[in-house]
């Protein structure tokens, strides 16, 4: 059900219940911002609260509030929530704790907070245990401590589950406009997907920052995406608290390698939101859409007035997708005009000191470091933390490249204390970057260009069942041939008899495999390269009540793993990486989720470190990539299928030839009929 937030977050009226510091505050917010609607205290006995009236109840307001801050105790909150409900009021910020959050030495957490849904019935409710609402745009505020964000007209939108990071990234010093920080809480009603979904309808949201604990609800997350897409607001994360959930009950290769903070990644990636792994990367990253939104390609420019700089970021973007590509014939002249003969020419570039200080030759020198193709040039300046005045010359200069030229243009403090807060607010005011260290600097740019549509098809979901069965081998393969993915011809044979049937319908030489184990090379019950007079003697050796005889794949060029997951939080994860009794070791993998097309697995069989082996590694012949792909598609196939029970399915390994993609061992966990 999709409620309205728009109260709740823009309000033309506030209420504020209960007393103590933390409501007086709330009230002390809104006013000292300049919140231009009614502030109504709500107190049963206090006569006034921070210097305004107060009401004795909710039946005495005015009307029904847009947006109620709740700050009195759980019991109360629930029935006090209900009345809001009941009387029409736009949404509540409930404060108190002491619900699902408290379970573990509380057993009637979790009750009270499916009374407190309840008890909301269609109106929104954040929390409980829960901070509330920033509204910089406004002036409005249900937030009940301190705070660092200030009045504006535009900005980004942080959206997190934690209180004290929300407080925390409020009290930043890098120069972001935030125009609203919320504080999700529990998240027993309304998830981070809606509220996304609310400030995308409020024009003055520039981007917006998710830190997110956990999807829920994979559909909203997916009308998100596409309705950001749709309306050109980026929008980025940092994603924590990778979970155990989908490797319990799991015996595969797959299981241990994916886990489920693969399969987050793989939604992330689906939707097209770069992924941060710090706070200072995500601050600079939501800056920069800020001020330049997505970029639409990894070519970047540096220039600076020292080598050593313009070293340290050539070296810094090691490993990163990012390039620095050769100066153009155009960049050339302008540079070799500004700078003249005793500067040689590179990208990056160290233009010395010749030209410090005069403005219009640092502007020509600086707009010759854009061009076509380039997403970013960044002039690398420290600041002076002595005088930042005598750096007057590098900001006019900044100002007027971005001005002249309209390209994306930076300026980067190597160290983030010195870009003073004034000259990045004044580079912000005319369109440039203003970075605050450069390893922030290029993580923000990379993820920048990292941006995408999300993929319009939706995820397989994933389903509640209980893995009861492992499939024997032959079974295995049997269901994923009728899905077509191609096995060698096999016989299980129980016996003397049935091995010499078997032994004389195939063509050796053959391997034979135990049948019942899960890892059956850690018990030595894989043979291979078997005559056809030693199966019966390995058989026996092997020592299982039957043993599986197929004719051996030859001419693999690579061996991979193709394997699948059910993920509870994520859906189907697929993961591609170089297989065979090495796969935990190497470690080399790519996760998708399921489906995905034929593009995306190729895109991602040559991420794999091992992909040279597939394309012909030193002269050696290439594998048949489209095989491979066709045999992944078919593995895609039988889980789409068998979506409803199935667990875990693993081809460990595919062997790759130069004409085939050939699955010699199958894996299969599901729940029962």
């Given at each position: 059900?999709?409620?309205?937030?728009?109260?709740?977050?823009r309000?033309?009226?506030?209420?504020?219940?209960?007393?103590?510091?933390?409501?007086?505050?709330v009230?002390?917010?809104?006013?000292?911002?300049?919140?231009?609607?009614?502030?109504?205290?709500v107190?049963?006995?206090?006569?006034?609260?921070?210097?305004?009236?107060?009401?004795?109840?909710?039946?005495?307001?005015?009307?029904?509030?847009?947006?109620?801050?709740?700050?009195?105790?759980?019991?109360?909150?629930?029935?006090?929530?209900?009345?809001?409900?009941?009387?029409?009021?736009?949404?509540?910020?409930?404060f108190?704790?002491?619900?699902?959050?408290?379970?573990?030495e509380?057993?009637?957490?979790?009750?009270?907070?499916?009374?407190?849904?309840?008890?909301?019935?269609?109106?929104?409710?954040?929390?409980?245990?829960?901070?509330?609402?920033?509204?910089?745009?406004?002036?409005?505020?249900?937030?009940?401590?301190?705070?660092?964000?200030?009045?504006?007209?535009t900005?980004?939108?942080?959206?997190?589950?934690?209180?004290?990071?929300?407080?925390?990234?409020?009290?930043?010093?890098?120069?972001?406009?935030?125009?609203?920080?919320?504080?999700?809480?529990?998240?027993?009603?309304?998830?981070?997907?809606?509220?996304?979904?609310a400030?995308?309808?409020?024009?003055?949201?520039?981007?917006i920052?998710?830190?997110?604990?956990?999807?829920?609800?994979?559909?909203?997350?997916?009308?998100?995406?596409?309705?950001?897409?749709?309306?050109?607001?980026?929008?980025?994360?940092i994603?924590?608290?990778?979970?155990?959930q989908?490797?319990?009950?799991?015996?595969s290769?797959?299981?241990?390698?994916?886990?489920?903070?693969?399969?987050?990644?793989?939604?992330?990636?689906?939707?097209?939101?770069p992924r941060?792994?710090?706070?200072?990367?995500?601050?600079?990253?939501?800056?920069?859409?800020?001020?330049?939104?997505?970029?639409?390609?990894?070519?970047?420019?540096?220039?600076?007035?020292?080598?050593?700089?313009?070293?340290?970021?050539?070296?810094?973007?090691?490993?990163?997708?990012?390039?620095?590509?050769?100066?153009?014939?155009?960049?050339?002249?302008?540079?070799?005009?500004?700078?003249?003969?005793?500067?040689?020419?590179?990208?990056?570039?160290?233009?010395?000191?010749?030209?410090w200080r005069?403005?219009?030759?640092?502007?020509?020198?600086?707009?010759?470091?854009?061009?076509?193709?380039?997403?970013?040039?960044?002039?690398?300046?420290?600041?002076?933390t002595?005088?930042?005045?005598?750096?007057?010359?590098?900001?006019?200069a900044?100002?007027d490249?971005?001005?002249?030229?309209?390209?994306?243009f930076?300026?980067?403090?190597?160290?983030?204390?010195?870009?003073?807060?004034?000259v990045?607010?004044?580079?912000?005011?005319g369109?440039?970057?203003?970075?605050?260290?450069?390893?922030?600097?290029?993580?923000?740019?990379?993820?920048?260009?990292?941006?995408?549509?999300?993929?319009?098809v939706?995820?397989?979901?994933?389903n509640a069942?209980?893995?009861?069965v492992?499939?024997d081998?032959?079974?295995?393969k049997?269901?994923?041939?009728a899905?077509g993915?191609?096995v060698?011809?096999?016989?299980?044979?129980?016996?003397?008899?049935?091995?010499?049937?078997?032994?004389?319908?195939?063509?050796?030489?053959?391997?034979?495999?135990?049948?019942?184990?899960?890892?059956?090379?850690?018990?030595?019950?894989?043979?291979?390269?078997?005559?056809q007079?030693?199966?019966?003697?390995?058989?026996?050796?092997?020592?299982?009540?039957?043993?599986?005889?197929?004719?051996?794949?030859?001419?693999?060029?690579?061996?991979?793993?193709?394997?699948?997951?059910c993920?509870?939080?994520?859906?189907?994860?697929?993961?591609l990486?170089?297989?065979g009794?090495?796969?935990?070791?190497?470690?080399?993998?790519?996760?998708?989720?399921?489906?995905?097309?034929?593009?995306?697995?190729?895109?991602?069989?040559?991420?794999?470190?091992?992909?040279?082996?597939?394309?012909?590694?030193?002269?050696?012949?290439?594998?048949?990539i489209?095989?491979?792909?066709?045999?992944?598609?078919?593995?895609?196939?039988?889980?789409v299928?068998?979506?409803?029970t199935?667990?875990?399915?693993?081809?460990?390994?595919?062997?790759?030839?130069?004409?085939?993609?050939?699955?010699?061992d199958?894996?299969?966990?599901?729940?029962?009929?």
């Amino acid at each position: 059900m999709a409620r309205d937030l728009s109260r709740l977050l823009r309000p033309a009226s506030i209420a504020v219940i209960g007393g103590g510091a933390w409501c007086e505050q709330v009230i002390k917010q809104s006013t000292s911002m300049g919140f231009s609607g009614d502030v109504w205290p709500v107190h049963r006995s206090a006569k006034t609260i921070a210097r305004l009236p107060a009401y004795a109840s909710l039946a005495d307001l005015p009307s029904a509030p847009d947006a109620v801050f709740v700050g009195v105790n759980r019991d109360a909150t629930i029935d006090l929530v209900r009345d809001l409900s009941a009387m029409g009021a736009g949404g509540a910020v409930c404060f108190a704790s002491g619900f699902a959050e408290a379970r573990a030495e509380d057993a009637r957490g979790s009750d009270l907070q499916s009374q407190l849904v309840a008890a909301a019935a269609d109106m929104p409710i954040l929390g409980p245990n829960c901070y509330g609402i920033i509204n910089a745009l406004d002036g409005a505020l249900l937030w009940p401590d301190q705070h660092g964000c200030a009045r504006l007209e535009t900005g980004v939108a942080i959206l997190t589950q934690s209180s004290n990071i929300a407080i925390n990234l409020t009290m930043q010093r890098r120069a972001l406009p935030i125009a609203y920080t919320i504080a999700c809480g529990n998240m027993a009603q309304t998830s981070q997907a809606e509220i996304a979904n609310a400030l995308l309808d409020d024009p003055r949201v520039t981007a917006i920052g998710l830190h997110i604990e956990g999807f829920s609800d994979l559909r909203a997350w997916e009308a998100l995406a596409a309705k950001a897409h749709d309306k050109g607001v980026p929008m980025v994360a940092i994603k924590v608290g990778a979970s155990d959930q989908a490797q319990a009950a799991t015996v595969s290769h797959t299981a241990s390698l994916a886990g489920s903070d693969a399969g987050a990644q793989a939604f992330l990636d689906r939707l097209g939101i770069p992924r941060l792994r710090s706070l200072p990367d995500f601050v600079e990253t939501l800056k920069l859409l800020h001020c330049a939104g997505p970029l639409t390609s990894n070519q970047i420019a540096s220039i600076s007035c020292s080598g050593g700089e313009a070293s340290l970021i050539a070296d810094m973007a090691v490993g990163m997708n990012l390039d620095f590509p050769p100066l153009s014939d155009p960049q050339r002249a302008q540079l070799s005009e500004a700078l003249g003969p005793m500067v040689a020419l590179n990208n990056p570039l160290d233009y010395h000191t010749y030209i410090w200080r005069d403005a219009p030759a640092m502007t020509k020198a600086w707009a010759g470091m854009t061009g076509e193709g380039i997403a970013m040039t960044f002039s690398i300046v420290d600041y002076p933390t002595t005088d930042a005045r005598d750096w007057e010359c590098a900001t006019q200069a900044a100002l007027d490249v971005r001005a002249t030229t309209g390209a994306h243009f930076a300026v980067a403090a190597s160290l983030p204390e010195l870009m003073p807060l004034d000259v990045a607010a004044r580079l912000m005011g005319g369109g440039v970057v203003p970075f605050m260290g450069l390893a922030e600097a290029l993580a923000a740019t990379q993820a920048a260009t990292q941006i995408a549509a999300p993929d319009p098809v939706p995820v397989v979901l994933p389903n509640a069942s209980t893995a009861t069965v492992t499939l024997d081998e032959g079974t295995a393969k049997s269901a994923l041939a009728a899905h077509g993915v191609p096995v060698p011809a096999y016989r299980v044979a129980r016996g003397a008899d049935e091995i010499a049937q078997a032994v004389s319908t195939l063509s050796a030489p053959f391997a034979v495999k135990g049948i019942g184990l899960a890892h059956k090379s850690e018990h030595g019950a894989v043979r291979l390269d078997i005559g056809q007079d030693d199966v019966a003697l390995i058989a026996a050796d092997i020592g299982t009540d039957a043993v599986l005889i197929e004719e051996m794949a030859t001419g693999g060029v690579a061996e991979l793993l193709v394997g699948v997951i059910c993920d509870p939080a994520h859906g189907f994860v697929l993961t591609l990486g170089a297989g065979g009794v090495l796969t935990e070791v190497l470690r080399d993998t790519v996760s998708l989720l399921v489906p995905a097309d034929s593009a995306a697995i190729t895109n991602a069989l040559n991420r794999l470190r091992c992909a040279p082996l597939l394309h012909g590694y030193r002269g050696k012949p290439a594998a048949d990539i489209s095989a491979i792909v066709n045999a992944v598609l078919a593995v895609q196939s039988y889980v789409v299928a068998n979506a409803d029970t199935l667990s875990e399915v693993e081809i460990n390994p595919l062997i790759c030839t130069p004409v085939s993609a050939v699955a010699v061992d199958a894996l299969i966990r599901k729940a029962a009929p």
